[in-house]
């Protein structure tokens, strides 16, 4: 496996452990924009239909620049988009071995458990490009409102990652799901509908799902490319336990580098690249969804006959006056 890196500043964290080695030399490293190319000039994986968003000439690899060297550990493999594979071709995984990983690498996790040195986490895989087949069950724009460390805490949905829970079998619950996420940096406008899959409401600060767009969405079987990582502030949250986020891995595809989906008809093969089409392709030449009417009233089929007025009663009779 083979590891690019958009800057030096990754093996600069992995060594520096003294309070003031970090401090001088995350300042020395620090960028206020995001690079488009790795440190040997290769594009970004989606090059072709990435799109600039202001938080890229504000944000750099670091993230936020006051965060803790943990925390810029951690957003520095987050922001890796240069890992390839020493065959030429990602390592094949299934949502099961994600799974099967979170059990078999023993690493801690949880909040406040990044650690300074990821050379345990790269030693499981971290930093691997892999690439899944699975189904979506579940997505939406994450961090809304706060933002996290990553994305300098950003509060807009163009600021912060896509989060898709994804599983083996399309009827899975999220509790059974692992997780991809798209980062904010260069996001594809295609690719950004993506997190539409729910919407968030500002004021109640709720989720819904919209029913259209989640119906596209979940519609075939998706690959999904990226670079292996391990959550190190999370815990697991598996079917049966009560916590949040539910899935039942912290090791993840993050961030994505590419996304297919199967065609129609096709075996939907993850290694029969002829299965596949970019989702970019693939959303692009659907028939944009109609707007849903907003509450509205209709005219009867059948229009009730109008009541007739009651009648006027008769004026009381008033007997005649006699003649004198």
């Known amino acids: 496996m083979l590891i690019r890196r958009f800057f030096p500043a990754a093996s600069f964290l992995a060594f520096c452990f003294a309070a003031s080695c970090a401090l001088l030399g995350l300042q020395s490293h620090a960028q206020s924009s995001f690079p488009d190319k790795c440190d040997n000039g290769t594009p970004l994986p989606f090059d072709a239909i990435k799109v600039s968003h202001p938080l890229d000439g504000s944000c750099g690899i670091i993230g936020k620049t006051t965060s803790s060297v943990s925390s810029h ?3 520095t493999a987050k922001n890796n988009f240069c890992a390839v594979a ?3 071709t990602p390592d094949t995984f299934s ?3 994600l799974t099967d990983l979170q059990a078999s690498a023993g690493l801690p996790s949880g909040t406040g458990k990044e650690p300074q040195d990821r050379g ?3 030693a499981a895989g971290e930093g691997k490009l892999i690439r899944m087949k699975a189904f979506l069950i579940e997505a939406h724009h994450a961090d809304l409102g706060g933002g996290e460390s990553v994305n300098c805490n950003g509060p807009k949905e163009e600021d912060n990652d896509i989060h898709i829970a994804f599983a083996s079998d399309s009827g899975a619950e999220e509790c059974s799901s692992v997780s991809a996420e ?3 940096h260069f996001r594809p ?6 997190g539409h899959y729910e919407k968030y409401n500002s004021s109640s600060h709720l989720y819904a799902v919209d029913p259209q767009i989640s119906a596209r969405l979940q519609s075939q079987a998706y690959r999904v490319t990226g670079q292996l990582f391990f959550d190190a502030s999370h815990g697991p949250c598996p079917c049966g336990t009560k916590c949040n986020p539910v899935r039942s891995s912290v ?3 993050h961030p994505v580098y590419a996304i297919e989906v199967c065609r129609a008809g096709a075996t939907c093969d993850v290694n029969t690249d002829s299965d596949w089409v970019a989702f970019d392709t693939w959303w692009t030449s659907l028939t944009p969804l109609k707007k849903v009417r907003p509450p509205h009233s209709h005219t009867p089929h059948e229009p009730k006959t109008p009541a007739k007025p009651p009648a006027k009663p008769k004026p009381a009779h008033q007997p005649a006056t006699p003649n004198p």
């Open 73 to 75: 550990a951690q957003n």
């Open 86 to 88: 020493a065959s030429g």
């Open 95 to 97: 949502p099961q071995m």
């Open 120 to 122: 345990d986490e790269q």
């Open 182 to 184: 798209i980062s904010p």
């Open 189 to 194: 406008a295609s690719w950004n509908e993506i």
């Open 251 to 253: 090791w993840e595809i």
